[in-house]
C-alpha cells in the first residue's frame, strides 16, 4: 500500500557516497528531527530524470532552503557509484542535493512505490514521487501518474506547496 500523507517514513537502509567510499544510512535516522524534501525517480541517467526530474530539483534548491527545507534528497535503484557520478555529472551534489542509493529497493518498498518495466531492465524502480517529510512524517505527497514526464513531482511543482 503505498504511502500517504501523515505515514511515517520507516526505517530502510539506502548507501551514500562518502568521503572514505559507501556508507549505509538509515533514511528514517538520517530525517528524524529535519524538514526534508524527498524525491524518487525510476533511475540515474535516464531521459526524464535528467532531463527534467534532477534539474527541477538543482534550479530550485536554495528557494526550498529559505523556506526551511533542511535538505533536499534524491533516491533511486541504483547502485551507489552510479548515483555518486550521476550527481557529480549533473551537478546536483555541487548544488547541495544529497545523492542516495537505494541499491536493494528497500525505501523504495518501504514507502508502497516500485514498479517493474522488464522490457527496460526495471526491477522494483521508485515511481516518479516526490513529497516534504517532517521530522519523518510526509507532510505533502505528489506522485506521478504517467510515465516519462515530471511535472506533478517537479522541483517547481513541489516549491509552490511548501
Known amino acids: ?6 505515514d511515517r517514513i520507516q526505517p530502510s537502509t539506502v548507501l551514500h ?9 538509515d533514511i528514517a535516522k538520517h530525517i528524524a528531527g529535519k524538514r526534508v524534501v524527498i524525491f524518487g525517480l525510476p533511475g540515474a541517467y535516464t531521459s526524464t530524470c535528467t532531463m527534467a526530474h534532477l534539474p527541477s530539483f538543482i534550479r530550485t ?11 533536499i534528497i534524491c533516491v ?3 547502485d551507489v557509484q552510479v548515483m555518486d557520478h550521476w550527481g557529480n555529472s549533473t551537478g ?20 508502497g512505490l516500485t514498479f517493474d518495466a522488464p522490457p527496460v531492465g526495471f526491477i522494483q524502480r521508485i515511481a516518479r514521487c516526490a513529497m ?3 521530522d519523518g512524517v510526509v507532510e505533502v505527497l505528489q506522485i506521478e501518474e504517467g510515465r ?10 513541489l516549491l509552490e506547496m511548501v
Do not use: R, Y
Open 92 to 111: 546536483a551534489k555541487a548544488a547541495g542535493i544529497t545523492m542516495l542509493a537505494d541499491w536493494s529497493s528497500a525505501f523504495g518498498q518501504s514507502i
Open 132 to 134: 516534504i517529510v517532517n
Open 76 to 78: 533511486a535503484v541504483n
Open 1 to 6: 500500500m503505498p504511502i500517504t500523507i501523515g
Open 148 to 157: 516519462g514526464i515530471c511535472e506533478m513531482t517537479a522541483g517547481e511543482t
Open 61 to 71: 534548491h536554495d528557494a526550498f532552503l529559505e523556506k526551511g527545507i533542511d535538505e
Open 17 to 25: 557516497m562518502g568521503d572514505n567510499g559507501p556508507e549505509e544510512i
